[in-house]
């Protein structure tokens, strides 16, 4: 078939994107799916998705008849693949590029570590470019990686039995690392002085001795490593050159593998690993969900064996979710920091093809502002994506906050954008001072944002006199609060600019500010800080709500409960 009609690509571009911004995976999945399948006309469109703990593609959502295989295996025909599909099936999987026949296209989506984790077939469709229409679908990408993220937040909620024997304890871990990391086979080894304890093996096919292995750790570099703090990723056993990996019993039926330390504190408990009969290489938002999956696994087993203390399950699952989504930060500031490499490598190539000092003028004007949103970039990556860490204690706000501002000295600077601190009395806060301090982080970085003209505002920033501020108000005798504001005068936040999941939609333009994945900015991913700081607050009792948006720029009101001692 010769492919024809770019505008009909467009159209399915623009459907994809407008899919992608529902911000529910399902809406999404349907939406995409929908989208191409009426704009090609194709008479069916079936999307598959992988599953790690089955080693299969099953039919996760079709539009039109369903003439597919409603699960499709990589291990063979015992598994129903006896398909007129299934070579070219195999093919796309196996090249990881869309292979066609005159009544059926299939067009795989890879994950960023080229693993295909969807398969998109369409029956009787208009001809088009298939590789083009496979760069279309990407954002497909971000639902599985954010369908992975959400299953380990979601299973990490699960309530644990304590008060139960050893073996059905272990059974409620197992059942949890399976279910949440979506693996196939999981086991959990301690160290004891050099050697590696097997407490647990959960999954198929298990040999009898796995479940009470234990030898050298200098025998396995993969295992070592991970008990020096560092994740081991194997995308194949069959193509690793670790010769010790390849002596483990029970993993020669193993394909997908990684080994993730186990930290209990600052020290390395043992290991977890995971397993799937299938080749994967998970993302980087999807190893640090698995890591502190592992070490929530490790928490519970600790607190298993010395029951001292509230139950770690709160708070384990407070840090799990935050660190996620801060992942997701980090990710999505890597990838809107590659855009921005890229245009400043076109901008590079245009100032040394310039005929002239008039266009080498411009474009360096376009270089300099390019440089200037890496920057930013780059502190997100820096500072917004930092964990904090749960220390409680008593401190002057003030230097609270200078901290914060000294970290976007030199931003500020190239901005022009002064920060100020007002209090008429100096006000001393008892709280999580790392969370406090990632408040006003996030409140600082949309602020650069706004003054970069990152997303859209009520109207242009102010092209001098740009100012932050945090305001503190003097505390009342007989209030249990202690209240502060963050201000600027940057653009504001145009309301109708807003967009985020469709979940949220209904709600009042100053609560759905707060929800995730909100932003005006439109990049994939982005709105996230306003999340993470009203989890920040709510994590120590207080709360932070927008107080004013117009023209003159955003106003947040924050409060912290009062030490009752300062009170009295």
Not at 145 to 152: D, H, M, N, P, T
Request: aromatic fraction near 8%; glycine fraction near 8%; charge should be negative.
């Amino acid at each position: 078939m010769n492919a024809i009609g770019g505008g009909v690509l467009a159209r399915v571009a623009t459907g994809v994107l407008t899919a992608h911004r529902s911000g529910i995976w399902r809406d999404t999945l349907e939406g995409i799916v929908l989208s191409v399948a009426t704009e090609l006309s194709a008479t069916s469109a079936i999307l598959y998705t992988l599953h790690l703990s089955s080693g299969s593609f099953s039919a996760d959502f079709w539009v039109g008849n369903m003439n597919g295989p409603s699960e499709f295996s990589l291990e063979g025909e015992s598994r129903g693949n006896a398909h007129p599909w299934r070579d070219l099936m195999f093919r796309a999987v196996n090249l990881g590029v869309p292979q066609h026949a005159p009544t059926v296209a299939i067009i795989p989506v890879s994950n960023p570590e080229n693993d295909v984790i969807y398969l998109l077939a369409l029956e009787q469709t208009i001809p088009v470019d298939w590789v083009e229409l496979q760069a279309i679908l990407s954002p497909l990408n971000a639902v599985y990686i954010a369908r992975r993220l959400g299953k380990v937040v979601r299973h990490g909620q699960a309530q644990i039995n304590y008060h139960t024997g050893r073996e059905a304890f272990l059974a409620q871990l197992g059942d949890l690392a399976l279910a949440a990391s979506g693996y196939e086979r999981a086991a959990l080894r301690e160290t004891r002085g050099d050697r590696l304890d097997c407490l647990a093996a959960w999954g198929w096919g298990l040999a009898p001795d796995l479940r009470v292995l234990s030898w050298p750790v200098s025998r396995y570099p993969a295992f070592e490593r991970a008990t020096h703090g560092m994740i081991c990723v194997v995308r194949d056993i069959r193509e690793t050159k670790d010769s010790g990996l390849l002596m483990v019993p029970g993993l020669e039926d193993t394909m997908g593998f990684i080994v993730l330390p186990v930290f209990a504190g600052t020290e390395v408990f043992g290991v977890l690993s995971l397993a799937a009969r299938v080749p994967y290489a998970p993302s980087e938002p999807e190893v640090a969900a698995l890591q502190l999956l592992a070490n929530l696994v490790g928490v519970s087993l600790l607190y298993y064996r010395n029951p001292s203390g509230p139950e770690p399950g709160l708070r384990a699952l407070t840090e799990l979710s935050a660190r996620t989504q801060l992942e997701v930060i980090g990710a999505s500031a890597r990838h809107e920091g590659r855009g921005y490499i890229d245009n400043a490598m076109s901008i590079l190539g245009r100032i040394a093809d310039a005929t002239s000092d008039s266009k080498r003028n411009v474009s360096v004007n376009e270089l300099e502002a390019t440089l200037l949103d890496i920057g930013i970039v780059l502190d997100k990556i820096r500072y917004a994506a930092k964990p904090p860490s749960y220390d409680w204690r008593t401190e002057r706000l003030s230097n609270i906050w200078d901290r914060v501002v000294d970290q976007f000295a030199a931003r500020l600077e190239t901005l022009n954008i002064e920060s100020f601190y007002t209090e008429t009395v100096p006000l001393y806060v008892t709280c999580y001072t790392d969370w406090l301090e990632s408040v006003f982080l996030q409140l600082i970085l949309n602020s650069i944002d706004a003054f970069a003209r990152k997303g859209r505002g009520l109207r242009p920033p102010p092209s001098d006199n740009r100012r932050i501020q945090l305001t503190v108000d003097r505390p009342s005798s007989k209030s249990n609060a202690l209240v502060f504001r963050y201000s600027d005068n940057a653009t504001g936040i145009d309301p109708s600019a807003l967009r985020g999941r469709s979940e949220f939609e209904q709600l009042p333009f100053a609560q759905r500010l707060f929800t995730p994945g909100t932003s005006t900015k439109g990049v994939a991913d982005a709105g996230w800080g306003l999340t993470l700081a009203r989890a920040a607050m709510a994590e120590q009792n207080g709360s932070i709500e927008l107080l004013e948006n117009s023209i003159r720029g955003v106003t947040f009101q924050m409060s912290l409960p009062r030490d009752p001692k300062e009170q009295s």
